[in-house]
């Protein structure tokens, strides 16, 4: 069973609304994931946190907005979302992006599967 | 640029037979290889992965892998198939950044 704990795993939300998704990890590990993955596609990164502090944003709309409270969570607040943002919604975890530390193994959570109405 | 190729969108096998899931790389510099399984409805699990070392890696579930650097492939085996190993697989290759940069993914469908 996977050590990445997300919630809602369901979440149906309108247009206009403001939600969050939320991930947790018991690891130790000091870098965090988003992904975002359509049906039978493979996972596309969004939003890697290091060490607490955004590392990485693959040029995610602004509508999506990343938080890491500690080294333990990860937050994807959500407003303003279109259709198309429907997906299923991946949170990872791995040992820090020190360089040589490529070959650490990231570790995905079941997902939180978004439907935007 | 890094990248990986899985040539097959879908792989069909009776159950009891040796499966072989394909996977080839392109990378500069030494591959750091992945193979993950999503089963329906699901996140995806670690299988197993290449750093250095042994070029027959073995992970979950009974599954190997197979790293040749000539043919610069790293193909998922398993020499007998369950009917619960049907899933979506993917290959992947992490870059510099820690980026995992995936296959498209071969849907898996063992037969009783």
């Known amino acids: 069973d996977t050590e990445v704990t997300q919630t809602p795993k369901h979440l149906v939300m309108g247009m206009t609304n403001k939600k969050s998704l939320k991930c947790e990890q018991h690891?130790?590990?000091?870098?965090m994931y988003w992904y975002k993955q359509k049906a039978k596609k493979p996972p596309e990164l969004m939003f890697v946190?290091?060490?607490?502090?955004?590392?990485i944003n693959e040029s995610v709309p602004s509508r999506f907005s990343p938080e890491c409270p500690n080294s333990s969570l990860l937050n994807l607040h959500l407003h303003a979302l279109q259709p198309e943002d429907s997906a299923l919604y991946l949170c990872?975890?791995?040992?820090?992006?020190?360089?040589?530390?490529?070959?650490?193994?990231?570790?995905f959570g079941e997902g939180s599967w978004l439907t935007v109405v | 640029a890094q990248s990986v190729a899985q040539p097959e969108d879908q792989v069909n096998v009776a159950e009891g037979n040796p499966l072989t899931v394909k996977c080839t790389y392109s990378?500069?510099?030494?591959?750091?290889l992945f193979w993950y399984v999503q089963y329906p409805n699901r996140g995806l699990q670690f299988l197993l992965k290449?750093?250095?070392?042994?070029?027959l890696v073995k992970g979950s579930y009974g599954f190997e892998a197979e790293f040749n650097k000539s043919q610069t492939s790293f193909h998922l085996k398993k020499p007998s198939a369950l009917v619960s190993d049907s899933a979506l697989y993917f290959c992947?290759?992490?870059?510099?950044?820690?980026?995992?940069?995936f296959g498209q993914g071969t849907t898996l469908q063992v037969k009783p």
């Open positions: 990872a975890s791995s040992q820090g992006l020190v360089r040589k530390m490529a070959g650490n193994t990231i570790y």
């Open positions: 992947a290759v992490r870059d510099s950044r820690g980026k995992l940069i």
């Open positions: 990378v500069s510099g030494n591959p750091y």
């Open positions: 690891m130790g590990h000091r870098a």
């Open positions: 946190y290091s060490y607490e502090k955004l590392s």
């Open positions: 290449y750093i250095t070392g042994d070029n």
